[in-house]
């Protein structure tokens, strides 16, 4: 557990934040020029008034929608997918072609939603590969409160924006960033670098209870102004405080937004009953989301199963700290809805296939048995739909459902690790990496085409951050 903040002291509202709103609209498909791996067949990209796109002959289709394919990942052969406005307007075979769509051949490819993380750290890209010798509290001690104290809005800008696009580039088009900062000036420059990548986000605000005033501020001030941010209340449940927790509900309720805890991610936590904390406080239900909850006894899975209570599982992360492993395929037969979550610094990349892959092998490692809840077809849905539904967004995201949101990938399995064809569906899973995330659409927005970001000078994001963490060491 880290130490609980004091409070405060809050900076007015810079002038800049008037732009706020305009800077998830950045990365548009205008003046594009992708590379012949997503081959452009228009004469030019559509006009901003009538954005349409159409990805025309992917090889396979997974739509997470069996309504509309086959078997429970929806997967349709030879199909379309029609995007208008930043929603999915139809998939299907042959589709006709609007006369202001913009043509994207797709053959050879795949095409599926985006992934959705359900728990990050961005800032935490500043100490990737540190404290590798460390269990949760010893990086806590030696990686994250050091140099979470030196931060900068200059600093934060850089390293959120970094491992965002990080995120992007993996085919991440949703996530969710807890975070523990609580500097007014820090907290705008990490929402406007999020806006900035074009990424759909949650922003969960961790206040310095009872700081009601500050949690509001953030919500009306920044994140509501970007199209594409939403709003959460995070927590660390724990007796000691329990009021804070309290509190921390309380605002939730107040503001209608999800509450984010960390849960039971080490033994020693225990100690601190933060499910019953969180029973005694009323906040057991949809409405709650626990991270980690690997020590969970029986009796607690059957309280969040019963409750409805969503559920991040972080399993590269929680190996990476010998934490331990997610009673995944328990909470999976019991019905709770799980997620999967990248989880910052200790995750050390993006690459959600091996998430994916991580979920499946750990389950089966300590099982020993191969029919183990999760197969490939539910982590595919738990990296997509089911994070959605984690989120209370699956009205919105996680389907290639006619009318919901344009967030989706392409995938290119022509490529060393992934050739030759054999089952595509495990391929994704246990083949794929992020340089086979060929296109990257988030509200019909082409954030990445032809396996590059669109728009982004990547070798000076890199060289900002790399200059931003040397200026904190230095510090130190």
């Known amino acids: ?121 961005l800032w935490q890209a500043v100490i990737r590969g540190g404290c590798t010798d460390r269990d ?38 949703t ?9 007014y000036d820090l907290i705008e ?38 199209p594409l941010g939403s709003f959460q209340v995070a927590t660390h449940a724990a007796r000691a405080v329990q009021d804070h927790n309290r509190a921390h509900w309380a605002v939730a309720q107040d503001l209608g937004v999800m509450l984010n805890s960390h849960v039971l991610e080490r033994p020693e936590q225990r100690a601190d009953d933060p499910i019953g904390v969180l029973t005694d406080i009323g906040a057991l239900g949809p409405r709650l989301l626990i991270n980690h909850a690997i020590h969970l006894t029986d009796a607690e899975i059957a309280a969040v199963a019963e409750h409805d209570v969503r559920a991040a599982h972080c399993p590269l992360s929680n190996m990476r700290l010998a934490s331990g492993i997610m009673r995944l395929s328990e909470l999976g037969r019991r019905g709770v809805k799980v ?36 197969q490939v077809t539910d982590v595919l849905r738990m990296a997509t739909l089911g994070g959605a539904e984690v989120l209370g967004l699956a009205d919105r995201v996680g389907s290639l459902t006619p009318g919901k949101q344009a967030d989706l ?10 050739a030759p064809r054999f089952d595509w569906v495990g391929q994704i899973v246990f083949n794929g990496r992020p340089e086979n995330i060929d296109a990257v659409f988030v509200d019909g927005r082409a954030l990445k085409l032809g396996g590059r970001l669109v728009d982004v000078d990547t070798e000076r994001v890199v060289r900002e951050a790399e200059a931003a963490a040397t200026r904190l060491r230095a510090a130190g």
């Open 189 to 226: 420059s990490y929402v406007r670098a999020l806006a900035d990548t074009g990424v759909r986000f949650t922003y969960a605000m961790f206040p310095p209870a009872p700081d009601a005033v500050l949690v509001r501020k953030v919500k009306k001030e920044l994140v509501d102004p970007v």
């Open 1 to 121: 557990m880290q130490k609980l903040p004091t409070s405060p002291s809050v900076p007015s509202r810079r002038d800049l934040l008037a732009g706020l709103g305009l800077a998830a609209a950045t990365p548009l498909l205008l003046g594009v020029t992708p590379s012949p791996a997503l081959r452009d067949r228009s004469s030019r990209p559509p006009a901003p008034g009538g954005r349409t796109a159409l990805l025309r002959g992917a090889s396979l289709v997974l739509t997470m929608d069996p309504a509309i394919g086959t078997g429970p990942l929806g997967a349709v052969a030879n199909a379309d997918v029609l995007m208008r406005n930043g929603t999915i307007a139809a998939v299907g075979t042959a589709l006709r072609t609007p006369p202001d769509a913009w043509v994207l051949e797709a053959s050879g490819k795949l095409v599926m939603p985006g992934f959705v993380d359900t728990h990050n750290h």
């Open 339 to 374: 997620g999967l979550g990248l989880d910052g610094g200790t995750n050390d990349s993006s690459d959600f296939h091996a998430l994916m892959k991580t979920a499946i092998g750990l389950q089966r490692a300590s099982t020993t048995e191969v029919e183990v809840f999760p």
């Open 409 to 418: 990938v392409v995938i290119d399995p022509a490529a060393l690790n992934f």
């Open 136 to 173: 949760l509290f010893g990086w806590f001690q030696g990686c994250t409160d050091p140099q979470r104290g030196r931060l900068t809005p200059a600093a934060v800008h850089s390293f959120v924006r970094l491992a965002a696009l990080d995120a992007v580039q993996s085919g991440v088009t």
């Open 175 to 183: 996530l969710v960033d807890w975070v523990d900062i609580f500097s």
